[in-house]
């Protein structure tokens, strides 16, 4: 019996959904399923295609926007404390999911050293300016850091922009709260 009591006690990895909803104050909005491939583009996206797609994946996506729905509040944060979880991935398709009920969203990419967004999208390499170059003093107009991705009406992405030396510092500057909130408005 001590022999589990330690074991549970050294477990370190999220094992299901409970685990995340015992031991935290955040709600559960959904769960993706793992099988999802190390690259991906905006045209092979679970949600991407018709809004009646069927696909595990793709009722997971809805299921997390239907979630959404429930709670208050305009900005959506998603994190994790490693690489390749699917940070990127998540938050394309969710973006795309409010898209297609008719939600206007921007989608920030704020992991400023290893982006995804632009191969995502599969968006112009002549786009050179993102949320590093708007938060660095480098452009004054944020707008200028803004694609629209035609593909998805009312989903625009605002890339990362050149790889800063300092990302943490540009990430809790003031001018990113100040942006947030324009963003919000």
């Known amino acids: 019996m001590l022999l589990l009591y330690i074991i549970s006690l050294l477990k370190t990895k999220v094992q299901n959904p409970d685990d995340i909803v015992s031991?935290?104050?955040a709600p559960l909005l959904g769960v993706v399923p793992r099988h999802v491939g190390p690259t991906f583009k905006a045209a092979d996206m679970a949600v991407s295609g018709s809004s009646g797609s069927s696909s595990v994946l793709s009722e997971a996506m809805?299921?997390?926007r239907t979630n959404l729905?429930?709670?208050s509040g305009k900005v959506l944060q998603i994190t994790s404390s490693i690489p390749g979880e699917g940070k990127s991935f998540v938050s394309a398709n969710v973006a795309i999911s409010l898209c297609q009920i008719g939600k206007r969203v921007i989608l920030v990419e704020t992991d400023l050293r290893k982006g995804r967004q632009r191969r995502t999208f599969d968006l112009p390499r002549n786009h050179k300016h993102g949320l590093s170059n708007y938060l660095s003093g480098e452009i004054s107009d944020w707008h200028e850091t803004v694609c629209s991705i035609e593909?998805?009406?009312?989903?625009?992405?605002?890339?990362k922009g050149a790889?800063?030396?300092n990302p943490n510092?540009?990430?809790?500057?003031?001018?990113?709260?100040v942006l947030i909130e324009q963003l919000k408005a």
Do not use: K, Y
């Open 23 to 25: 031991r935290t104050r």
């Open 62 to 64: 809805r299921t997390i």
């Open 69 to 71: 729905s429930f709670l």
């Open 151 to 159: 593909a998805f009406p009312g989903l625009d992405v605002m890339l």
């Open 163 to 165: 790889v800063p030396p």
């Open 169 to 177: 510092e540009l990430l809790s500057s003031q001018r990113f709260g």
